[in-house]
């Protein structure tokens, strides 16, 4: 990704989300978002979630403070703890095409999120 | 608030007190940027950056103390904001224990909170080291009004954390014929060190009933896995009840650690690394031990020692045999081992390669950490190579603790090698291009903004 998408990302996410917070880690820009919410009937219905900006990686990550369970009662799979800026936060795989120069960041992270819908 | 610490690098404390003693007028001074954290223990106050002024920076003094011109002050603090660190200032006394002149005091209380107005978010500070204490005022994010209360912990020989326990004539005779240490301050040091092992199994077990059989104040055993079968021939823990009722590893060390030695505190955390509560119990350890089989918890240990200064001794172990063999007693091909220690400063896994990110990748079958499988019971099951490495890696603990060896014994980096029975020394050195170490050391909680 270029400084310019990053730029843009965390603009985009600092106005969508109420709360939304940006740092610098190691190169890399970091928004917290404070609540963001999971695909009905998952518990929690909302939780707190992080979008990694890397200018080395070609999209952005989101992870999620808590791990939830999906609308069918179950772990969701390949969900994992992972540390970020000394916090733990959980990565989980999704599936989301990106095209810097197309698509929003909200756009990401919410078609991301859309993966605990998934009945596993 | 809970006590701050201040942590320096090795190399930040080499160069800062060899730049500091130095006689001459007027008296030495240095600057070091300073990030911090919080940790459930602590306040971090966390430098690796130290800034000594060019002669060129100073303004011409009557008195003792150093004056440096206005123009340097506003440079230092533009470099300061735009890496978002506070700034420290340190100088150097004679005295046991150090104190803060009222000059020192005066000019601290003057400079911090001018320093705070323009960078708010990080601490700042004026320090007087001495011979074997530290003082001074510290300004932290979001107070009013400097603190006094510090302490003050770097890296040499071994790791120094002012203020030094007391060392009363009386107790000393306790200790007199100790081989370690002569007085009873070591066994102090020994005692207030709270040190995480991660992994209670083959290795963990055997450091764990270590460390409390030398009086460690506090083990955090970092585990979420249950006895099984397996460990009989792998842990030197594990008892035939812990088998049947498949007990949390963690709770069998705790039960057999207090059995040996009924005084030691053993805090059980039955969590994996990277979940929360293994994370906040590694943040407030003086030492961690990492004794775990795969090399993303590795990276993962490696990251909380880098951001908090934190040293990290590692082992690992495996038993190479030949695959799809139906020999009863299969040629064994090799058993490689390491001890690896991380003092903050020094070389890490990353700069000597053990950790790429391509082994990361290989681990995942490159599909990322989401897909990271983790396989209890690997290859190592066989207690006596385990121990081996165990007892090695609590001579390091000693070490950092103690400082028994002389520098030039001094080895980041052992390679075992079971079949000779050997532990040997390799050299290995800080990378200076090493992404983590350039990103990550004494990096802290990063600063949030909205």
Redesign the interface.
Known sequence: MSHETITRCVAELLEAYRGAQRADDGGRALVRLKEVGLPEGCVPATTAALVILDPGQPKPRVLVRDKPRTPAGVDPRNVSPEIVAGETWYTFSYNVAWDENKHTAVQFVESALRRFAKNE | MSSIQIRLTRPSAKRLLEHLKQFQFPEPMAFAFARH?KTPRHDLVLCDDIVIPPASAFLSSAGHGARWKGSYMIELLNEAAAR?CGLFIFHFHGGSPVRMSGDDLASGGELLPKFQLIIPMRPHGSIVLGEDSAAGLILMPGRETPTERFTFRFFERRMVTYPLPEDPPRERLRFERQPLARGSRVWKVLAQSKIAVVGQSGGGMHVAQQLAQLGVGEILGIDNDHVEEGNRYAAVLVSEDDIKGKSPKVEAVRRHVVRIVPSVKYTPVAA?V???EA?EAL?QADIIVGCVNNLHARA?LQ??AL??LIPYVDIGLSVETERDSSDEFPLIQAIPGNVFTFVPGGPCLWCTEFLTEEKLEKETES??????RTVDNADALVVSFNGVLASQAVNEILQLLTGFAPEEYLSFYKKYDGFAGVLAPWTVRRNERCPKCS??LA????????
């Open positions: 954290a978002e994996r990277p979940e929360k994370l943040k993962d990251e909380v951001r908090y599909r990322g950490r989401p897909y990271l990103s990550l990096a802290g909680d990063p600063v949030w903004r909205s």
